[in-house]
């Protein structure tokens, strides 16, 4: 099962979903891993308490990279509410190493594989803990 999570991962660094997009945003944030090096911008339009665009840019490490990318695939045109709860219950999930697809679905199983790797943890929650400091601020 490793395998399939390592082949996930790898698919998304290779073409990542958000990489790089111009939107229109409403909120911006940086931020910064110093284990590993990782720089990351997330880019939020939220509209009616729906997160319209998410768009994602920086220099990072293959597993950040396909952690924000899963981000920007699983949270568009998703509520602003539901999305800050994912982002949580994902940034808690990987740091005690619960099974992520139980918890939010196979959706983020990908990600199961880093839990064994605490430097690699940090590495994956960088986007969505950039996240949950871009929307901090935006209404619901």
Known sequence: MSALYQQALLAHHQSPVGFNLDIKFDSEKSGHNPACGDEITVKVAVSD????????????????RASASIMCEQLNVTALTQAKNIADKLVTGLESKEDLSELLGESYAALNAVASFPIRVQC????????QQCVEGLAP
């Open 124 to 131: 994956a929650q960088l986007p969505w803990q950039t996240f």
């Open 49 to 64: 308490g729906v997160i319209t665009d998410i768009a994602f840019d920086g220099d990072s490490c293959a597993i950040c």
